[in-house]
């Protein structure tokens, strides 16, 4: 069962400009995402700071929550700022609850504050990368042309004030109020549609993204459709069937990114599309016949699969974890769908015989060197930037330095486990040794171990 958590927002406006700031890729939740001040209700909050009679009306513990988030993360005084008539205007603005298939749920209050100056602030650099005031029609501007990631409840304040900079209702600020869908769908970067489907994936991931890109009135594909059981099958198809689907592309062989993709297009009349190490792999794993009836479209490293807004979307080769697996980036590199190159929830294997270390850490290299504004893996949410990335090439190469000083030490199998993993569930153990094993590989390439 998921954990709900509460939080605050807090949009800040002065003369129809609205405060934006971008968190830092390293964050945890919501890495790189353009959001509002703001952050979780700690325990704390429940007593302390004595508030304005003002402010009676917003319970206590809100709004201490907000006043210290921004005090934190912009070093303003709220408190301090009424007292001497800056802020003219303080109301809530509604609640906006993650959806259910999040292993963390925040329950997010969101309030408007209007000052009657632009405050002098400073962004703590552990939380904020940037920030900037702007119309709201700006921001959703650059939403809509693809230049910023951010969570629906922020495009739809944004929305919402850019059509009354007082409006006091915001539609679609809480998931039940937005346009509702068989399966749960996000659009973090506009025109990129991640539906979560639940899948057979590997635990502590549940769903595996299926992503339909596509702009309208043109080719529109669905991407990795893999769905756990005949019920979600149907609920995928009548998703699909709102907007029309041409094509279904597959990133690579695994199960979790291609269960039922063959019934979903032999439902919908329409080919797949993959790469060829891909197509082989499936048919000696899964048999013929998976193919039957079905047309089969291959695609190589620059093949152009659809478009987005007007651009290309290119295919990239990113071997490693799979031979055959594929990403997808358009012309402006705004995104990128690395698939399971890196994985939102848990780790990657690598595995014989279709995994192979050292073209595993090429492809981190080669899309990082690309610099996507954002990426999106094949488990969890988008994410802004390459951190992530970095992060797991780092994480790898330490793994690789940490494996050859054990086997120094004379270590065998078991022995790596033991001081690798101390912690591992054990039904993940046998996972844990093919990565071993991999670097191992690695190792033996490269000439350094026998």
């Known amino acids: 069962m998921s954990r709900i958590v509460d939080a605050v927002t807090a949009v800040l406006v002065h003369r129809g400009h609205v405060m934006v700031l971008k968190r830092q890729g390293f964050l945890r939740a919501f890495p790189g995402y353009s959001a509002f001040p703001g952050g979780k209700v700690d325990a704390e909050d429940a007593s302390g700071l004595d508030l304005p009679t003002a402010w009676h009306a917003i ?19 709220l408190v301090a700022l009424h007292t001497e008539g800056g802020v003219l205007t303080l109301r809530d603005l ?28 400073k962004a703590d650099a552990h939380e904020i990368a940037e920030f900037s005031w702007a119309p709201p029609g700006e921001w959703l501007e650059q939403y809509q042309n693809g230049r910023i990631i951010a969570a629906p409840p ?21 998931f039940e109020t937005r346009k509702r869908y068989e399966l749960p769908l996000i659009e973090s970067v506009a025109g990129v549609r991640q539906i979560l489907v639940r899948s057979n994936t590997i635990p502590p991931a549940q769903h595996t993204n299926c992503f339909l890109l596509g702009d309208l009135q043109s080719h529109r594909v669905l991407v990795d459709p893999s769905p756990a059981d005949d019920a979600e099958m149907e609920k995928l198809v009548a998703v699909a069937n709102r907007f029309g689907i041409h094509e279904i592309f597959l990133t690579h062989h695994h199960p979790d990114h291609r269960e039922r993709a063959n019934l979903i297009a032999r439902t919908l009349d329409v080919p797949m599309g993959m790469s ?20 089969v479209n291959i695609y190589r490293e620059g093949d152009v699969l659809c478009r987005w807004l007007g651009q290309a979307v290119e295919v990239y080769e990113v071997p490693g974890h799979d031979e055959g697996q594929l990403a997808l980036m358009p012309e402006s590199r705004a995104w990128c769908i690395v698939s399971d190159l890196i994985q939102g929830l848990g780790t990657v294997v690598i595995a014989k015989p279709e995994g192979n270390m050292r073209k595993y850490l090429a492809s981190l290299r080669k899309v990082i060197e690309l610099n996507p504004m954002a990426i999106y893996p094949s488990h969890g949410i988008g994410l802004g930037g390459t951190f992530r990335l970095r992060d797991t090439l780092h994480h790898r190469e330490m793994r690789e330095k940490q494996i050859l000083a054990l086997i120094h030490e004379g270590r065998d199998m078991s022995g790596m486990l033991a001081a690798i993993y101390p912690d591992l569930d054990p039904r993940l153990l046998p996972l844990a040794q093919m990565n071993i094993e991999s670097h191992l590989d690695k190792l033996r390439e490269d000439g350094v171990v026998a």
Not at 276 to 295: P, W
């Open 59 to 77: 319970e206590s513990r809100l709004l201490r929550a907000l006043i210290r988030e921004l005090q934190e993360e912009i070093a303003l005084d």
């Open 94 to 121: 509604g609640i906006a609850l993650t959806p259910a298939p999040a292993p963390v749920r925040f329950n997010t209050h969101f309030f408007l504050i209007e000052l009657a100056e632009r405050p002098d602030v």
């Open 154 to 174: 922020t495009v739809a304040v944004l929305r919402a004030l850019g059509t009354n900079i007082n409006a006091d209702e915001i539609p679609g600020l809480h």
């Open 276 to 295: 060829e190490d891909t197509q082989t792999r499936i048919r000696e794993k899964a048999g013929l016949a998976y193919f039957d009836e079905i047309s």
